[in-house]
T-cell receptor, first 111, second 116 residues
Framework: GNSVTQMEGPVTLSEEAFLTINCTYT??????LFWYVQYPGEGLQLLLK?????DKGSNKGFEATYRKETTSFHLEKGSVQVSDSAVYFC??????????FGAGTQVVVTP | NAGVTQTPKFQVLKTGQSMTLQCAQD?????MYWYRQDPGMGLRLIYY???????DKGEVPNGYNVSRLNKREFSLRLESAAPSQTSVYFC???????????????FGSGTRLTVV
């Protein structure tokens, strides 16, 4: 079956540092890939998505590229802010649109 | 504002009590979902409803029942709550495409449930 594996947290960074969160997947067919973000005390929000190989999703300074050859969808941001402190979830959808999440990675950005 | 509304936001139950978590969406989405979120385990799917009138089990359905009341509403019922059901519950909806075109989900803000 499908699965999503992402790096364990917490990831602790200083403000303006570069952030990378690794995500790899196994899936049959051609899933769509997503990054969701959960700020403290809130529900999940879609951060970005990519629907086919080599697509790059981007939003709020975050980027991720759908790499079919390495089955990866790593999240990056060049300069993080304290407000980026959150839990980040990598996810994929199967051909019927059902979403499957990774375990989540907590990111803590300090001033 | 359009979105997914969950009630209640917080609840404390005694072991053996029952309760229903309510969820409603106003985006005309076909599919709705219930997830639970536990530390270190991410979100796990409890039940989902691909369309009005259908429901299916997800990864962790034991101890729960659901009702897709109409296209807007999808409720989750705990018939006899257990401490293992202490969790944060999220409802979500999506405009499904059978071609898998990548429609993302919209989540509610969650219900934090404690069973003592």
């Amino acid at each position: 079956g499908n699965s999503v594996t992402q790096m364990e947290g917490p990831v602790t960074l200083s403000e303006e540092a570069f952030l990378t969160i690794n995500c790899t997947y196994t899936a049959t067919g051609y899933p769509s890939l997503f990054w969701y973000v959960q700020y403290p005390g809130e529900g999940l929000q879609l951060l970005l998505k990519a629907t086919k190989a080599d697509d790059k999703g981007s939003n709020k300074g975050f980027e991720a590229t759908y790499r079919k050859e390495t089955t990866s969808f790593h999240l990056e941001k060049g300069s993080v802010q304290v407000s980026d402190s959150a839990v980040y979830f990598c996810a994929l959808t199967d051909s019927w649109g059902k979403l499957q999440f990774g375990a989540g990675t907590q990111v803590v950005v300090t001033p | 504002n359009a979105g997914v509304t969950q009630t209640p936001k917080f609840q404390v139950l005694k072991t053996g009590q029952s309760m229903t978590l309510q969820c409603a969406q106003d985006m005309n989405h076909n599919s709705m979902y219930w997830y639970r979120q536990d530390p270190g385990m991410g979100l796990r799917l409890i039940y989902y409803s691909a369309s009005e009138g259908t429901t299916d089990k997800g990864e962790v359905p034991n101890g729960y029942n659901v009702s897709r009341l109409n296209k807007r509403e999808f409720s989750l019922r705990l018939e006899s709550a257990a401490p293992s059901q202490t969790s944060v519950y999220f409802c979500a909806s999506s405009a499904n495409s059978p071609l898998g075109q990548g429609y993302g989900y919209t989540f509610g803000s969650g219900t934090r449930l404690t069973v003592v």
